[in-house]
């Protein structure tokens, strides 16, 4: 079956950087996009950016340009979302999620189980 | 950028009630409109795709309609399984994909 299964959860320091990382299995890799989205305690859901698999194009949220860099290895069908100069409002669950694109409209199916990234002193 | 707004922010409802929430978008968006489904500690799951398309294995009891900037997403006899929050999310030309800011059902 499609599933996307993602790294572990990580602690980190104010300024330092999480990388976290999304494997695909169960459909070609190459074939769909995938975007990235965060979610901080008790709030709703963010759109931080999307990758295509087949060519490694990216659009990423605004409010994060310049932060955020997502990249895919195709080898291995694992996409990656890396995040710099982290801030203890960059403090959520990350998930990755397959973007499935049809004339009618896109949307995000299946999700990884989400990433809790811990930014904290 | 496209705003998403939802209403209610939650709401209370009994088993076997039918629930509708409501999804507006600040410009015309056509039917490029989702809806998800997420339980506490678990990733979001589609339930609706283009307006008013049921995601495969999605009960029934989902549905969804709207065009252009108003949408809803419709439970017709709410069961335990369906005390979630709800997001709607615009897919409407490029990025960014838009979520709405959620809405509550909660057990009454």
């Known amino acids: 079956q499609v599933q996307l299964v993602q790294s572990g959860a990580e602690v980190k320091k104010p300024g330092a950087s999480v990388k976290v990382s999304c494997k695909a299995s169960?459909?070609?890799?190459?074939?769909?996009?995938i975007s990235w989205v965060r979610q901080a305690p008790g709030q709703g859901l963010e759109w931080m950016g999307w990758?295509?698999?087949?060519?490694?194009?990216?659009n990423y949220a605004q409010k994060l340009q310049g932060r955020v860099t997502m990249t895919t290895d195709t080898s291995t069908s694992t996409a990656y979302m890396e995040l710099r100069s982290l801030r203890s409002d960059d403090t959520a669950v990350y998930y990755c999620a397959r973007d499935v694109v049809v004339p009618a409209g896109a949307w995000f199916d299946p999700w990884g189980q989400g990433t809790l990234v811990t930014v904290s002193s | 950028d496209i705003q998403m707004t939802q209403s209610p922010s939650s709401l209370s409802a009994s088993v076997g009630d039918r629930v509708t929430i409501t999804c507006r978008a600040s410009?015309?968006?056509?039917?490029?409109l989702n809806w998800y489904q997420q339980k506490p500690g678990k990733a979001p799951k589609v339930l609706i795709y283009?307006?008013?398309s049921l995601q495969s294995g999605v009960p029934s009891r989902f549905s969804g309609s709207g065009s252009g900037t108003d949408f809803t997403l419709t439970i017709s006899s709410l069961q335990p399984e369906d005390f979630a929050t709800y997001y709607c999310?615009?897919?409407?030309?490029?990025?960014?994909?838009?979520f709405g800011q959620g809405t509550k059902l909660e057990i009454k």
């Open positions: 169960g459909y070609t890799f190459t074939s769909y996009g």
């Open positions: 283009a307006a008013s």
């Open positions: 990758i295509s698999a087949y060519n490694g194009n990216t």
């Open positions: 410009q015309s968006i056509s039917s490029y």
């Open positions: 999310q615009q897919s409407y030309s490029t990025p960014p994909y838009t």
